[in-house]
């Protein structure tokens, strides 16, 4: 009897196939409900995008930069010493503001003032970034904030860096 006994006290032995099913369910159930999610919560495509399309006559359609009704005042060079050691690098830049024609008597006589924005401006910017080819669009974007600040944007349309160099 005692053989019995403990023969009954023994728990059944788990099945092992049962685990590879329920994992191949759980697999299945989590592929549909990603699927699900990504296809009813993705933006629907509407009308309104933007399709590039090829031009048919071959001929660029860019509107053009330069204009006949717009004038260049070129600025006296500028030399700014960049860091804080003793002037062992500077920057030479030539600068010219963009305008409508009529409003260069405008610039040359506002010209002090920019070239005190410039130069303030160009003075705060670390040696290193000049030294990153990315740097150049956005000091040319900064140096045109500037110049619309003193001038005024119905005067300056632009700033064109016709010179710079950096030693």
């Known amino acids: ?7 009954d006290d023994k728990a059944p032995e788990p099945k092992s196939g049962g685990n590879i099913v329920n994992w ?4 299945v159930v989590s592929a549909a409900c990603s699927f699900a999610v ?22 660029p359609q860019a ?3 330069a204009t006949g009704d ?15 050691e003793p002037a062992t690098r500077f920057v030479k830049i030539n600068t010219s503001i963009v305008t ?19 130069i303030t401006y160009l003075r705060s ?9 990315g740097f150049y669009p956005r000091m040319r974007e900064q140096l045109g904030r500037r110049a619309e600040l003193v001038l005024g944007g ?14």
Do not use: H
Request: aromatic letters at 6%.
């Open 100 to 118: 409508p024609k009529g409003n260069g008597d405008t610039i040359r006589k506002a010209e002090p003032m920019l070239a005190d924005a410039f």
């Open 125 to 133: 910017v670390e040696l290193s970034d000049f030294e990153t080819a």
């Open 63 to 65: 509107t053009p930069l």
């Open 24 to 27: 191949a369910i759980l697999a």
């Open 38 to 59: 990504v296809f009813f919560m993705a933006p629907s495509v509407t009308a309104e995008s933007p399709v590039c399309t090829v031009a048919t006559n071959g001929t």
């Open 70 to 84: 717009q004038e260049y005042v070129e600025l006296e060079e500028l030399l700014v010493t960049i860091g804080n």
């Open 1 to 7: 009897m005692a053989e019995e006994t403990a023969a």
């Open 154 to 167: 119905d005067v300056s349309k632009g700033v064109l860096i016709t010179e710079f160099l950096l030693r």
